[in-house]
T-cell receptor
Framework: QKEVEQNSGPLSVPEGAIASLNCTYS??????FFWYRQYSGKSPELIMS????GDKEDGRFTAQLNKASQYVSLLIRDSQPSDSATYLC?????????????FGQGTELSVKP | GAGVSQSPSNKVTEKGKDVELRCDPI?????LYWYRQSLGQGLEFLIY????????KSGLPSDRFSAERTGGSVSTLTIQRTQQEDSAVYLC??????????????FGQGTRLTVV
């Protein structure tokens, strides 16, 4: 079982719709959770961080965390063509000295005008 | 200060040669990570440094790969006797630790390594 799993996609949504991206993780004691966006040929850029159960909203983005289900998601409201990118889920595991940051394989999102 | 800085941006080397990739993290960030990303693939964890603790080297793919971090700041990833399968983008990231909590990690622009 991979430590962090995402559907590879591609996920295609029409402009203005809600895009829902999902991620599961295997280490029950994981502490911190992050969503990154990566455009083709560029390095990942941070979108959201979430540390406790529940929802966290930032503009058009909402991160949701459920530690009991070991599940984290990202909702993008009013999707725009400029949101088309690969979205990476990252989980910080805690063991040994702690802090190792593990990424999922990413979900490719395509927003159609 | 400035963001994470990596050099060189691009490196073309001949098979069998050694290469060194440099990462200069954000000032004050105690954690530093190296990842490798092959074309169309996800981020493969290589090595992680936290302060003065022993690094987590569990992701290094072979003993040809090594990394060091001097003075808790700049890090160098060295690949000896490069092979064509080492061709990839090598990404460095750094983050700050606030007590027990590791905050967000920020990436450099990466080094694109091509082994010919």
């Amino acid at each position: 079982q991979k430590e962090v799993e995402q559907n590879s996609g591609p996920l295609s949504v029409p402009e203005g719709a809600i895009a829902s991206l999902n991620c599961t993780y295997s280490d029950r004691v994981s502490q911190s959770f992050f969503w990154y966006r990566q455009y083709s040929g560029k390095s990942p850029e941070l979108i959201m961080s979430i540390y406790s159960n529940g929802d966290k909203e930032d503009g058009r983005f909402t991160a949701q965390l459920n530690k009991a289900s070991q599940y984290v998601s990202l909702l993008i409201r009013d999707s725009q063509p400029s949101d088309s990118a690969t979205y990476l889920c990252a989980v910080r595991t805690i063991y040994n000295q702690g802090g190792k940051l593990i990424f999922g394989q990413g979900t490719e999102l395509s927003v159609k005008p | 200060g400035a963001g994470v800085s990596q050099s060189p941006s691009n490196k073309v080397t001949e098979k069998g040669k050694d290469v060194e990739l440099r990462c200069d993290p954000i000032s004050g960030h105690t954690a530093l990570y190296w990842y490798r990303q092959s074309l169309g693939q996800g981020l493969e964890f290589l090595i992680y440094f936290q302060g003065n603790s022993a690094p987590d080297k569990s992701g290094l793919p072979s003993d040809r790969f090594s990394a060091e971090r001097t003075g808790g700041s700049v890090s160098t990833l060295t690949i000896q006797r490069t092979q064509q399968e080492d061709s990839a983008v090598y990404l460095c990231a750094s983050s700050y630790r606030d007590g027990p909590t590791f905050l967000e990690a920020f990436f450099g622009q990466g080094t694109r390594l091509t082994v010919v």
